[in-house]
């Protein structure tokens, strides 16, 4: 059980377009959603965090109009990266947790590359 | 906030030995621990987790240990095996709430067949 999948594996888009990366927990109902962005042989630095129907909470320095979080199912979060840059090409995780349990299970990441 | 150290950041054991990662937090009031495993190019794999009203937790050859006076805990992986290579990290969080893991900075091993 928890198995939390994530599309597309990886990406490669030109600058100046958007990205959207799915989340989905599979069996399981996901009332939170991590979203996570990790830099080559670095931890993983949360970039928000996002309830079923709520607004997404962002961390300190992540542009919430640059990326955009909808959980609008107790199943699905979706991460947009809007007008993408070269600087943004790094490694995205999400994660869920649900049933009033703090467990955190991760999806599999998606490799984006923005040329 | 929560701050978690976690050391070595580098790990080398010979196939079969012992494995020992540790971590100290700051926040007391923490009361969740995870550990995960994660191989190249692919996402965090949640291998053993423990809470602050356990001391140890075990799981075949992983076990975890919690000493909340501290403010450490530690991973054991006994009888190393080569498919144990992987950058580890450990997490802590405070459970109400948000639910919010902060990470380790990670640990690689790498287990000498």
């Known amino acids: 059980g928890a198995v939390v999948s994530q599309h597309p594996s990886r990406v490669i888009c030109k600058s100046g377009t958007s990205v959207k990366i799915e989340c989905r927990s599979l069996d399981f109902q996901a009332t939170t959603m991590f979203w996570y962005r990790q830099f080559p042989k670095q931890s993983l630095m949360l970039m928000a965090t996002s309830n079923e129907g709520s607004k997404a909470t962002y961390e300190q320095g992540v542009e919430k109009d640059k990326f955009l979080i909808n959980h609008a199912s107790l199943t699905l979060s979706t991460l947009t990266v809007t007008s993408a840059h070269p600087e943004d090409s790094s490694f995205y995780i999400c994660s869920a947790s649900g049933g009033g349990m703090e467990t955190q299970y991760f999806g599999p990441g998606t490799r984006l590359l923005v040329l | 906030g929560e701050n978690v150290e976690q050391h070595p950041s580098t790990l080398s054991v010979q196939e079969g030995d012992s494995a020992v990662i540790k971590c100290t937090y700051s926040?007391?009031?923490?009361?969740?621990f995870p550990w995960y495993k994660q191989e190249l190019g692919k996402g965090p794999q949640l291998i053993i987790d423990?809470?602050?009203?356990?001391g140890e937790k075990k799981d075949q050859r992983i076990a975890v240990t919690l000493n909340k006076t501290a403010k450490h805990f530690s991973l054991h992986i006994t009888e190393t095996q080569p498919e144990d290579s992987a950058v580890y990290f450990c997490?802590?969080?405070f459970g109400a709430g948000s639910y919010q893991l902060t990470f380790g900075k990670g640990t690689k091993l790498s287990v000498i067949p």
């Open positions: 423990i809470r602050s009203n356990v």
């Open positions: 997490a802590a969080s």
């Open positions: 926040d007391s009031a923490s009361n969740y």
